[in-house]
């Protein structure tokens, strides 16, 4: 049986599918991942969250990096994989999609918002630290060129990107909606994610320690390999379009 077969089978007998998804269903996109040669992290320092919030040149510095696309986490397009996804989704199968990214791209291949938990954060609009009112970029980049230390118009809290920093702490609520899913899927399938990054990389853990199926589609393998029904290393776009015309027939 093929490597697509084995998974729509997976998926066929299953009634509340949980999707995490990380970096490599975004490097199709074009989108760098972080920790390997060429990625994020290989071409700039991160900026911690203590840093940032202490010092006025390195908020600067992050706002350079946002309004210059220095990291190129926004501004790409979805993918096979994304809208193989989506359309996971719009069957009815999964009842969530479980997110590392910042890229928006599962919302922009169709994905309402309502289902995507995003653990990480998004880079696409900025979040007040103190009242978390949204700001739009193009909102703030006047202010930025006029050398503002751009705060909140209504609280006066800091402004940062709407991601996850190091040294930030997660959303809490994010994550226990997660834990939540993850509880009562029946199926949980990772899909281009190193797994190696935690608190996030315990969700499929949690789904299979709760009785559900695991696979774990990746280019490389992953600690969890061990832990998983189904392993498949290759890449994701072309695997998940296969699955999904398996699904269709």
Same mark, same amino acid.
């Given at each position: 049986?093929?490597?697509?077969?084995?998974?729509?089978?997976?998926?066929?007998?299953?009634?509340?599918?949980?999707?995490?998804?990380?970096?490599?269903?975004?490097?199709?996109?074009?989108?760098?991942?972080?920790?390997?040669?060429?990625?994020?992290?290989?071409?700039?320092?991160?900026?911690?969250?203590?840093?940032?919030?202490?010092?006025?040149?390195?908020?600067?510095?992050?706002?350079?990096?946002?309004?210059?696309?220095?990291?190129?986490?926004?501004?790409?397009?979805?993918?096979?994989?994304?809208?193989?996804?989506?359309?996971?989704?719009?069957?009815?199968?999964?009842?969530?999609?479980?997110?590392? #990214?910042?890229?928006?791209?599962? !919302?922009?291949?169709?994905? %309402?918002?309502?289902?995507?938990? =995003? /653990?990480?954060?998004?880079? *696409?609009?900025?979040?007040?630290?103190?009242?978390?009112?949204?700001?739009?970029?193009?909102?703030?980049?006047?202010?930025?060129?006029?050398?503002?230390?751009?705060?909140?118009?209504?609280?006066?809290?800091?402004?940062?990107?709407?991601?996850?920093?190091?040294?930030?702490?997660?959303?809490?609520?994010?994550?226990?909606?997660?834990?939540?899913?993850?509880?009562?899927?029946?199926?949980?399938?990772?899909?281009?994610?190193?797994?190696?990054?935690?608190?996030?990389?315990?969700?499929?853990?949690?789904?299979?320690?709760?009785?559900?199926?695991?696979?774990?589609? #990746?280019?490389?393998?992953?600690? !969890?390999?061990?832990?998983? %029904?189904?392993?498949?290393?290759? =890449? /994701?776009?072309?695997?998940? *379009?296969?699955?999904?015309?398996?699904?269709?027939?």
């Amino acid at each position: 049986m093929s490597d697509a077969a084995q998974l729509a089978e997976m998926i066929k007998g299953a009634n509340r599918v949980l999707i995490f998804t990380g970096a490599g269903i975004s490097t199709e996109s074009g989108i760098p991942d972080f920790r390997s040669p060429g990625g994020v992290w290989s071409k700039m320092t991160p900026i911690y969250f203590q840093d940032f919030v202490a010092s006025r040149d390195q908020r600067r510095e992050s706002w350079r990096r946002v309004f210059n696309k220095t990291a190129g986490w926004t501004g790409a397009k979805p993918n096979t994989g994304h809208y193989a996804v989506a359309k996971l989704v719009d069957m009815g199968k999964v009842s969530c999609v479980v997110t590392q #990214n910042v890229d928006n791209l599962h !919302q922009h291949a169709g994905i %309402d918002d309502d289902k995507v938990i =995003e /653990i990480h954060g998004n880079a *696409s609009y900025a979040k007040c630290l103190n009242c978390g009112k949204r700001y739009e970029f193009d909102d703030l980049k006047p202010r930025y060129e006029a050398d503002e230390d751009l705060t909140c118009l209504f609280c006066e809290g800091l402004l940062k990107s709407a991601t996850i920093s190091f040294g930030q702490a997660m959303p809490e609520a994010k994550m226990a909606l997660a834990e939540a899913e993850a509880e009562v899927a029946d199926l949980c399938l990772a899909i281009g994610s190193s797994l190696v990054v935690y608190p996030a990389a315990n969700i499929p853990i949690i789904a299979k320690q709760t009785g559900a199926q695991y696979a774990i589609i #990746n280019r490389e393998s992953t600690d !969890q390999d061990p832990y998983a %029904d189904l392993v498949l290393n290759t =890449e /994701i776009g072309p695997l998940l *379009s296969e699955v999904i015309e398996l699904l269709d027939a």
